[in-house]
């Protein structure tokens, strides 16, 4: 089994055979993001895999810099500025400032500029009725403008056509007899066909942009890895982590806009099962942002929706998952004031911190933890580059700032630490648990060097550092399964009279999955689910679990009973009194399939590591203190390492602060905890 992790610094790779895990991490590349995965499947070697299960931020980090390829959007005429207007929300940030603009839109960065949203003459009522048939001549005119403009792609997104979808179907015959088959199309009526119209729209437009993204991309890498010998199945990952033959994922690919932040809360989950940990605050910390997610008695939190920015919304099942701008990258810059500043800014992949000696020249937290001494200049990723220490000197000493140099630095380790602690902290609040409950799974290349620090902020119960902690959201694509679904959007209020008509949807949805998976499906159980609200109110609760057998007059009071369960769950209230309407119905299909397998070792008593030499901190506290360092390999369950101390590994680095002690668990896990003592 391999898996792999595209990111926008490294490409994570990582190679399960016969019980031993090999990994590799390669600088990703913007001009051949391909290449970079074929380079850590040949490393390790894809003959005999089973699976190439993929995750890949290339589409992501597209949108968020609007590099994008020139797309056109075909919508009922008089709804072109459905992408400018949004949902007309405000971030609570800006709740009270005048001065807030939309960064998304014509004004800032719209995905389709408005000379290519064209108006087609037509028009569906919300019952799926005709009010005014589709005009063929006007259309021909609006493609034609959008083929001379040199579209390469076209959404169509016309008003209820989640109803009725007879005029998407045929603008599309449209397109391809004006424009030909090189134009990509998505039509909303299969891409998305939910209610809400700009999320709709929204989740078009996506979608024939990542059409275009990765067609090419996965074309490629399906020859290149064949070249390579691999006869597997090749898989991309969804927004919650799940797999889909990349053949399929490719026929809606906006389901895989967001998939690597999910697959590390998969593999925290996974690992959590097996050392007992049920209750995970997650932290993956990259070289750009830390993505925080968690998951509550072995379940992560699951949306029908997610937001790539402040309300650019993209209707796809997706893990919970909330960032903030501070990673091994993040750059410290000066305040208008003169203090110290760390991210939202990056230095990316290419230069890349100061200390990569890449060109770089603005100061970084790799560069500070470089000079504090946790890292190991030659031993950076693997070896693969030896850090340049006199680097990073010139970046922090460049910085206009009266703040001596020595506090320049802590500071940035500290502040980088402050900023997780906030994000994780947010987290918890907002679903209302107990933090003191739960262990805080920290992964990413420099989850180890920084968050067992957040110890000191937070009154968590421990830390936890994965094995491999760089390649863990890798190992999360082993540790998760295929998963297929249909879903229909209705606004139906429940009751013994449309008790009927909703088992009519859920039974064609079924069909059709049933359909398509032939007899993979066989003997396969359909799960099914709805988002549903009280009437009156303009959101949903979502996945609401719908028991199995027909749903009839009878039982659809059980339906209506698990709804009120679910919301009473989510948001601590419960009103029987008023009545349920359903708004989205969906089934789905879990393939299972071959996962990463954590044996536990025997249960040993701890007892004091070896250390295997010892090296200088400075700068975290008036005078440089002695650290022991470990070799992470070298260390077997039970094995105990007081801080202050460094656990070095090929890939990534782990610092234990002083008063904190790290214990080897019977998975190879590092459980950090405050010392009593200390």
């Known amino acids: 089994m391999i898996g792999v992790d595209v990111g926008g610094t490294f490409t994570d790779v990582v190679s399960i055979r016969d019980g031993r895990v090999e990994v590799t991490k390669v600088p990703s590349s913007r001009t051949d993001p391909a290449g970079s995965v074929v380079e850590g499947a040949r490393r390790l070697g894809v003959d005999g895999s089973a699976v190439f299960n993929h995750a890949s931020t290339m589409g992501l980090n597209a949108v968020l810099e609007r590099r994008l390829p020139k797309v056109g959007l075909l919508t009922t005429e008089g709804f072109r500025d459905v992408l400018d207007r949004g949902s007309v929300h405000r971030p609570l940030s800006a709740q009270t400032d005048p001065s807030w603009r939309r960064t998304f839109g014509d004004a800032a960065r719209p995905l389709v500029p408005r000379y290519l949203r064209r108006g087609i003459v037509q028009r569906t009522t919300a019952d799926g009725g005709t009010l005014v048939e589709l005009d063929e001549q006007q259309a021909r005119h609006e493609i034609g403008i959008l083929g001379r403009c040199g579209v390469a792609g076209i959404a169509i997104c016309l008003i209820n056509a989640y109803i009725d979808d007879r005029h998407e179907q045929r603008l599309r ?17 299969a891409t998305s066909p939910l209610a809400k119209e700009y999320e709709r729209a929204s989740t078009t437009v996506v979608d024939v942009v990542m059409k275009l993204l990765f067609s090419e991309y996965a074309g490629q890498l399906h020859t290149d890895l064949g070249e390579l010998g691999f006869r597997g199945q090749l898989n991309f990952a969804d927004c919650a982590a799940n797999l889909l033959p990349w053949e399929e994922a490719l026929e809606r690919p906006f389901r895989i806009l967001f998939a690597g932040p999910a697959a590390g809360t998969v593999s925290s989950g996974h690992l959590g099962a097996a050392i007992g940990r049920r209750d995970l605050l997650c932290a993956d910390v990259g070289g750009t942002s830390t993505d925080v997610s968690i998951i509550v008695d072995g379940a992560p939190f699951v949306q029908n929706t997610f937001e790539i920015e402040h309300d650019l919304i993209i209707n796809a099942l997706s893990t919970e998952v909330s960032s903030v701008g501070a990673g091994g990258g993040s750059l410290v810059t000066v305040s208008s004031s003169g203090g110290l500043l760390v991210g939202p800014g990056s230095a990316g992949a290419d230069p890349g911190p100061a200390c990569y000696g890449r060109g770089g020249i603005r100061p970084t937290v790799t560069d500070a933890a470089l000079l504090i001494g946790i890292l190991d200049p030659a031993g950076f990723a693997g070896g693969e580059f030896e850090l340049d220490r006199d680097a990073a000197v010139r970046a922090f000493e460049s910085l206009e700032t009266p703040v001596p140099f020595e506090e320049r630095v802590r500071t940035a380790y500290r502040l980088a630490v402050a900023h997780m602690a906030e994000e994780i902290l947010n987290v918890a609040v907002r679903h209302g648990v107990d933090i003191r409950d739960f262990s805080l799974m920290a992964y990413g290349a420099a989850g180890g060097m920084l968050l067992p620090a957040a110890l000191e902020l937070l009154p968590l119960a421990e830390v936890v550092i994965p094995p491999h902690p760089g390649l863990f959201s890798a190992i999360g694509l082993l540790s998760t399964d ?21 088992d009519a949807v859920y039974r064609r949805m079924e069909q059709k999955l049933r359909e398509r998976l032939g007899s993979a499906a066989d003997g396969l159980p359909v799960r099914r689910s709805f988002d549903g609200r009280l009437v009156g109110q303009s959101w949903e609760t979502p996945f609401v679990a719908v028991p199995e057998g027909p ?12 709804f009120h369960d679910t919301y009473e769950r989510r948001n601590g209230n419960r009103f029987d009194a008023f009545p349920v309407e359903g708004v989205t119905y969906r089934v789905e299909l879990v393939v299972p399939s071959e996962k990463v397998d954590y044996t536990p070792a025997p249960a040993v008593e701890p007892f004091p590591a070896v250390p295997e030499g010892t090296s200088t901190l400075s700068f975290l506290t008036p005078e440089p203190v002695e650290a022991e360092w470990f070799t992470r390999s070298a260390l077997t369950a039970g094995a105990t390492v007081t801080g202050p101390a460094v656990i070095r590994e090929e890939l990534s680095t782990t610092f234990v602060p002083a008063g904190q002690q790290a214990v080897v668990g019977r998975c190879g896990e590092l459980i950090i905890t405050s010392r009593s003592d200390a």
Not at 184 to 189: A, C, L, P, Y
Not at 488 to 499: D, L, N, P
Not at 551 to 562: M, N, P, W
């Open 173 to 189: 015959e449209l397109v391809r007899e004006e424009l030909g088959d090189e134009v990509e199309v998505s039509i909303s009526s």
């Open 482 to 502: 295929q998963v297929y679904y249909e879903a229909e959007s209705a606004y139906v209020v429940f009751g013994a009279e449309s008790a009927e008509g909703i």
């Open 551 to 562: 749903i009839t007059a009878e039982s659809i009071q059980g339906v209506v009973a698990g």
